[in-house]
């Protein structure tokens, strides 16, 4: 298995060129010593390796597609992941009237496509920072489910974020620009005569 | 056991040339791509110019010079990070980028010693191994999909290893590589535009056909 | 397809309307009398699985490539045009009508920059169509017809005797208001992360006059009444020279899903002859259209009154887990479902033999709505 392993790893792609994602992060350890200890291992070009442990109690060291020193993980003790996709409806929803209250939307299962749904939401569960993005056409992504908490604990859970997306660049605008330019060069309407 | 994962994060990690010191929580801000609350409460690990690395409450970023990684784990946040992803690249669309990543890493729990065992077995021939060692084990197995089924430079790769934490004692980690060669961040753009929900599908019937199977042969 | 797959002989004209229940669009189908076929607007199923006027047409075992010859976009909205590109794709034969802004750069640029928005999946699938559409235009080298009031968009003869469709809307002086609304349309474009939302496309909509000899049809797509006299049913009553007043229209497709904003008196009275065969499609807009208070009073207009489905349903969230459910009325989130009901409805009259009354054939979850009276 070993060989095959290395053989399949190396013809195509190296390691470093590798879209795969790091390894699984645990947590955090010493953050200033392991950050001084980090650049300092960056800087002088040494690899650095993983501890691994499996259930069987093995470790191995195993190198790591991406050079970070062993510590230096990405703190996502997310407090959203759920339980199980069973516990859980995704939407993605577009706002068709705003209310004193509410909002309407079009919703569409973001896991079951077919037909969609018309919700009716509390304006008060939309965050803070989203409030101005709330508007006619807005589109915003909504899920109910059973989520873990910081602490491990299920929680009941609906979360409401609008999508937020950056301005049109000047490429982009070039882009639509010339598209219409093009298509009015070569679309022409035409009308029947009828005697 | 169940054939719904317990746990499913997703990473899109992207290969280039980047200059890290650029994509903080504040410039991501400052271009509309973050609210201010969540820009205010983003955790900055490091910038650096060979590293810089934040999260935010849903996700997080790791940038060194040759790689981008975006990491979410709460499935109610993966759109999100395909818009920040989106977000981040439509403004860097001069960075130059050779390939991207759609990455699926989901954990099922087995439940029980003798289930991951079986699977380890269904998997793998390990009675090859009797002959020489005693109690032999899979650890790990690793299949590439090269040429891609649908055409599109690139490859699939699928990783199982056991793994053993807090949601899955007897857990078996299924990792997807969605690998795809690109040319410029616009072509990357359109291949996560119209490849997205396709690797979610495909990611859904490998680990399903995976399953049924092996519940078949038990 | 429950419908008998009989396609209708020469001299038979065909008038069939599919529904969906309220949510997913509807379409006209027509047949010329001469082996030619019209279809106007497109739908969908919800899955995207099926086109449904390909797949009526294909039941009949019409050749889309040679036999299709124009296909009309009455207007914007996603339940009228989802689906469309595919037909003109398939239909290589065929003639595109469609209205626009006068101002026709404008119009582009702004179908252009809401087309950048599929990137971010944030777009009117309408417009996707639409440019889908304009892409193939431009393969084919070919025009497109000009879809506006008084205008003709097909002809053919048959039997010495011309049979044609023109476009009843909009009016010159709609269009003028379109291109303002364009501008801000543009200036709206400016924030990527929402749906552009065209304001009143109902006025913009295009009715049709179907003219087959000795009668008529009327198809009056999303028009409504209007409060200007250069605009959308009051237009068409006051300055319109295609609409011959001696001949009255034997068939109304009555607009904007039986509203009241699409019902004037005038309309019945002036247009329609007494008693015609008359269709309603419903649509899922706040308690859903039509209304009972409208549909007697189409009772009461006309005894030959067919809906492709009962009216919009929706009231329950999709079937999902009991816990899900639950906790998604733990959140106090009102959620409904646009159920999807597939209705056809055939008219066929065949106006060689001097047929004076239309063969109705219905299917699925259409219905004849008797007059209670």
Redesign the interface.
Known sequence: ?EPV?EK??ST??SP???????S?PFDFLN?KDV?EN??DR??SGEESLLHHK???G?SSYVKKT???PEG?I???S?????????????W?G??TEIKEHTFTSK?F??D???????????NE?I????LN?L?????F???????YNTK?QVQ????L?????????V???D???D???Y??E?????????K | MTIEPVQYTIALVTIGSFNPVIISPLWLGIKGALGKDETESATVEMIHRELTQFSLSWAACRVTPERFELICDSIAYFEPTKDLFQNIFNVLRETPVTAIGINHVTVFDLGDATKFDQFGKFLAKMDIWNEAISNSKLKTIEILEQPRGDKLSGYRNIRLEGVSNAKAKYGVSISINDHFDVTSVSDMLNIISQNWQSSFDKTKSITTSLWNQFLKRQ | MEINNTSPKRGEIEITVIGTGGGYGESLIIHDGTGQWIIVDSCVSPDGDKNLPLEYLNHLGVNLSNSVKLIVCTHWHDDHIKGLADIYHECSSAEIAFSQAHDQWKFLYFVSLDALKLKDQSSESSTYEFNTILGILITRGKSYRRAQSDQLLHLVRLDGKSITLFALSPSSSTLDKFDEEISQLIADSESRESKIVIEKPNEKSVALLFDFGIYNAIFGADLEVGHHSDSGWFNILDNLKCINRETKSIYFKIPHHGSKNGFHARIWEELLSENPVATLTPWNRNNGLPTDEMINVYKRLSKNLYITSTKANFGKPKKRSHRLEKLIRDFDIDISEVKYSHGIIRYRLDIVNKGTCFNVEISGAAMHLQDPN
């Open positions: 298995m392993l399949a790893v195509k792609h470093r060129k590798s879209t795969s994602q790091s699984i953050k950050l980090a650049i960056i800087d499996d259930q069987y093995v991406l050079d970070l230096l990405l703190n996502i997310r407090s959203q992941s759920t339980i199980s996709d069973n516990d859980v409806v995704r993605k577009f706002v919703l299962d973001i079951a496509k077919g037909t969609h749904e018309i919700g009716e939401l509390p569960k965050q803070r920072d989203d993005l508007k006619i056409g807005a589109i992504y909504l899920s109910v489910g059973y989520f491990g009941k859970k609906m979360i974020k609008f999508q937020r997306l950056v301005s049109w660049s490429e982009e605008i882009q639509a620009v598209r219409a330019a298509l009015a070569n679309i022409s309407g035409e009308t029947l005569e009828w």
